[in-house]
């Protein structure tokens, strides 16, 4: 479905994550963020950075790596997207809904 | 009347064994908790104990007597060296599949804000003291402070 973020049209599934990743840029990112109420940081983004940049290396994503990563650990991770922090930081970062259990 | 519309809000773990596999699902439990946005919380009793004591979590078995899932005769695994061959087959497949180890796990939970209780009865059976345990554990608690823990809206308990 079609939903209008930032004053753009972008393609969202039901959840509300984007399905087309090209078509997200850091305001539609920021609008995310404050659905989800998170005031976002240059720390935010280097995180969403990195997420999106696993996305399209396709390397699914779990909290292990996300520990493992080298550029946040799994407790400032937390503390950045308090709720849920995989799937929202993959929200804002326009890329799928991740599907790892650990 | 409350507002609670269903929603879970926070998961109280309770680990009564020490096989790795009912370990595993403990774990895998309160961490896809937090995941989720869900509090969680865990309490370690009886040979649950084992899963946090420094000495013992690196060394757990699954179980091949009595575990009909193994498919394999009764008799045969309780061969020596039965439990540590099937139980180094799985973990080199928990190892493919991204899953961590026992130690690791409980950093994980640590850092995703789970919280540790030691079951306090059941150290005193197994004469524990709190620094045989894993570092980041919590606190050696009752069952009716665990109790209290869980208390509010949307708490659910959960026994393995």
């Known amino acids: 479905m079609e939903k209008i973020i930032a004053g753009i049209p972008v393609q969202v599934n ?20 404050q659905e989800a109420s998170i005031d976002m940081t240059p720390r935010h983004w280097e995180v969403i950075a990195y997420l999106q940049k696993e996305f399209k290396n396709e390397v699914p994503l779990s909290i292990r790596k996300i520990g ?15 709720m849920a922090p995989l799937k929202t930081a993959s929200k804002i970062a326009g890329i799928p809904k991740p599907v790892s259990c650990i | 009347m409350n507002d609670n519309n269903g929603d879970i809000k926070k998961m109280m773990i309770i680990l009564s064994k020490a096989t790795l596999e009912n370990v595993y699902a403990a774990f895998v439990l309160a961490n896809g908790a937090r995941m989720e946005g869900i509090e969680a919380e865990m309490f370690f009793t009886f040979f649950g104990l084992e899963a946090i004591h420094k000495k013992k979590l690196e060394h757990l078995h699954i179980a091949t007597v009595g575990n009909p899932a193994m498919h394999m005769p ?4 309780g061969l020596p060296g039965m439990e540590a061959l099937a139980t180094h087959m799985m973990k080199k497949e928990m190892e493919r599949i991204d899953m961590p180890d026992v130690h690791e796990f409980l950093d994980i939970l640590k850092a995703s804000g789970v919280k540790l209780w030691a079951c306090k009865l059941a150290m005193d059976m197994f004469h524990y003291k709190k620094e045989d345990l894993y570092d980041d554990v919590d606190g050696v608690i009752t069952v009716g402070d ?7 809206v949307g708490t659910h308990m959960l026994f393995i």
């Open chain 1, 14 to 33: 039901e959840e509300g994550y984007l399905t087309d990743f090209p078509q997200w840029n850091q305001a539609v990112g920021t609008e995310l963020a």
């Open chain 1, 68 to 82: 493992k990563s080298g550029v946040v650990d799994i407790k400032e991770f937390y503390q950045l997207f308090p």
């Open chain 2, 146 to 152: 665990f109790y209290k823990q869980g208390s509010g």
């Open chain 2, 74 to 77: 009764t008799l045969l695994g």
